[in-house]
């Protein structure tokens, strides 16, 4: 039985408890049911279990807690604010407000202590099983016989919303796989969801599923500190290659009797009773009121911690003084620091008048001598190494035998995927990618919009790109794909022409540390584009775009295209007159766009109006290249089943079908 000081912990509950009701009733928005149910068991994490230093809030070898039911967020705000973290009362006051750094759901980068982005249901935990593979793969990369400097746990609060989602399925089966026993999940069973209670839509046994997952399982009371206390250190100190699921029962809303224990708990409804609550609770008049007791109970606390950081430090400090590479190695990866775009171009073989390949292929070639270079690069693929082509040769693949193995086999989850490659990210220190086929990204896409939000610098090869995917027929070839991704903030999403091409979209995947990015590669072959010098091809593809071909002469027409249409554009220029014809390559909208306007001006001179743009997909995001006097070509209907250069024809994806529409215009 581990010692506790259970009188300040449960006095410490009820002052979190305090200031969820305050801050929720303050904003008149916000859920109170996790916040008052689980507040004992944030008592016990935040003031006795969880290793952190809220003066370093970024310290590598921290416990990473995971707020996975993200709408309970004043949860996390509360026990931040009491424990010391750069979230003071003033804060929690503005709950829910503008511009304040506690907002509706967690959001990673925001508020220190939140280590991920959290609200969607099921993709915190999923996350976390992320953070658990990076937390593994630090210590088989940075320990020693003689110094341990990883060690840390994930720990991740759970509700029902987040077991139902299918995405935590996914996850928690791969997390067992793998033998994460760094995975500690709290999982919050008070059998309530938004619209009634929790048996309305459930009836299998969680327990029981996690347990044929191959998780240790075990059961307590949420409100009794002890015995939570127990189960924690327990699963802490169990490191039998198994993740560990505590569940605890809990009653949502505890401490409003009117709505506790019921599916009104769930959001703000309790707000109109919390007067005579706070006074059945202990509290004083007012509102947000934090005694001196517990602010001393946590200084203390926060003593304690600061002690074992300061062990750490020490511990850390000798092995950098043995380790000079590895310690190098580790610190440009916190401070994200890579090699140069020049050196990571360098590293890569010009092709060389290559016979025509895919742009997988290519991708294949480049992630070698890349992975090389970067020896935290890790890749994965959603059970398609073989046609992906993301596999990194001789650095071993990561399993529970193998924690040094540098290739994820994630097997048929690709949400799944999504969320832990997120993961890695959130950690910090390995540069994580997936691998899928471009029309199964829609699994993933929640994963990718939030490491956008998030500002995660992870990647992922999306092959098979569009209806050149040929005989899989309709199901398999993306139409309004390429549109979609590109309509997301802060995604770079880039398609490149040749093997060149792609070796500056890959270079540009890792030079971006402020966001994802899709590199978006073709099945079929396409030819090698030397006509345009190497260095234009890959430093265009690194600016967004360029132009591929430039006119001898007075300008007057702009074909615009990426990846395999771009041969088309250039075929078409041939026919209509290389004098009066620039051909621009734009494999990515956002680099693009972000470049200055003299440059953009430059590729895209504004008093030419007369615009053809050609892409094997929908039309609807190039027309903002093209404007009111311009024309599309493209598919704005589903594919066919066939040999895809006939389907491409069938559909008019043809440099005649350029020329016509440049003629008609």
């Not at 004992?40 to 279990?49: E, H, I, P, Q, R």
């Not at 720990?155 to 500690?184: K, P, R, T």
């Not at 890695?424 to 994963?447: E, K, W």
């Not at 090869?461 to 070839?477: A, K, N, R």
Request: proline share 4%.
């Amino acid at each position: 039985m581990v010692a506790l000081d259970i009188a300040n912990l449960k006095h410490a509950a009820t002052i979190s408890r305090g200031l969820a009701m305050d801050a929720v009733a303050a904003c008149k928005s916000g859920h109170l049911g996790l916040p008052l149910g689980c507040a004992d068991v944030g008592a016990a994490l935040y003031g006795s279990l969880l290793k952190y230093n809220p003066d370093d809030a970024q310290w590598i070898n921290r416990d990473r807690f995971v707020l996975s039911a993200g709408h309970g967020s004043m949860f996390l705000y509360s026990w931040l604010h009491l424990s010391g973290y750069k979230v003071t009362l003033d804060d929690v006051k503005s709950f829910r407000k503008l511009h304040s750094i506690t907002p509706g759901h967690p959001e990673f980068g925001e508020t220190e202590g939140v280590e991920a982005t959290t609200g969607p249901l099921g993709t915190g935990i999923s996350s976390a099983v992320g953070i658990a593979v990076a937390g593994k793969m630090s210590e088989a990369k940075f320990n020693t016989p003689k110094h341990t400097i990883f060690d840390s746990k994930v720990v991740v609060l759970a509700g029902d919303g987040c077991m139902q989602e299918g995405v935590s399925h996914e996850a928690c089966s791969f997390a067992a796989h793998e033998g994460l026993d760094n995975l500690i999940v709290i999982y919050d069973a008070n059998e309530v969801t938004l619209d009634a209670m929790a048996s309305k839509t459930q009836s299998e046994n969680t327990g029981k599923r996690f347990e044929a997952y191959g998780w240790d399982v075990v059961t307590v009371n949420g409100h009794d500190i002890q015995a939570f206390a127990d189960a924690y250190t327990a699963a802490h100190s169990n490191q039998n290659s198994r993740p560990k699921l505590i569940i605890i029962k809990t009653v949502i809303g505890f401490g409003i009797s009117e709505v506790q224990g019921t599916n009104k708990a769930h959001g703000e409804a309790g707000v109109k009773f919390i007067t005579e609550s706070r006074k059945a609770l202990g509290l004083p008049e007012g509102s947000f009121y934090v005694s001196d007791q517990v602010k001393e109970f946590f200084a203390q606390r926060k003593a304690s911690l600061i002690k074992a950081y300061n062990e750490w430090t020490h511990t850390f400090a000798a092995w950098k003084a043995e380790n000079r590479e590895l310690a190098t190695l580790l610190d440009d990866a916190v401070n994200k620091r890579y090699p140069s775009t020049e050196k990571l171009l360098a590293a890569i073989p010009v092709f060389s008048d290559a016979p025509s390949i895919a742009t997988r292929k290519a991708g294949e070639i480049i992630l070698q001598p890349l992975a090389s270079t970067l020896p935290l690069l890790v890749s994965g693929s959603a059970d398609l190494h073989g046609s992906t082509l993301n596999y990194i040769k001789g650095v071993g693949d990561f399993s529970k035998t193998n924690r040094s193995g540098r290739n994820l086999y994630f097997g048929i989850r690709e949400f799944g995927m999504g969320c832990i490659v997120n993961g890695i990210g959130y950690h910090g220190i390995f540069r994580a990618s997936g691998a899928t086929f471009f029309t199964f990204s829609d699994f993933l896409r929640p994963a990718f919009r939030l490491a956008a939000l998030a500002k995660l610098p992870i990647f992922h090869i999306f092959t098979h790109d569009s209806i050149g995917v040929g005989e899989d027929g309709p199901t398999h070839q993306p139409i309004e794909t390429l549109s979609a991704v590109r309509a997301v903030p802060n995604l770079d999403v880039i398609r490149p022409a040749d093997p060149e091409e792609t070796a500056g979209a890959f270079v540009a995947a890792i030079e971006n540390v402020t966001g994802p990015t899709l590199l978006v590669l073709s099945r079929q072959n396409l030819p090698y584009l030397s006509q345009i010098p190497v260095e234009e091809r890959r430093n265009g593809a690194l600016r967004g775009g360029y132009v591929a071909l430039r006119e001898t002469g007075e300008l007057r027409t702009i074909l615009i295209s990426c990846g395999s249409e771009l041969q088309h554009a250039i075929a078409a220029a041939g026919v209509l007159g290389t004098e009066t014809t620039r051909v621009v390559s734009l494999p990515s909208f956002k680099r693009f766009d972000s470049q200055p306007k003299e440059y953009r001006d430059s590729v895209l001179a504004p008093n030419v109006r007369k615009r053809v743009a050609i892409e094997a997909g929908a039309t609807q995001s190039w027309y903002k290249y093209v404007g009111l006097d311009g024309h599309v070509i493209g598919i704005d209907r589903f594919g066919l089943s066939g040999p895809g250069n006939l389907v491409m024809k069938e559909l008019g994806i043809t440099a005649d079908a350029v020329v016509e529409a440049a003629r008609a215009l």
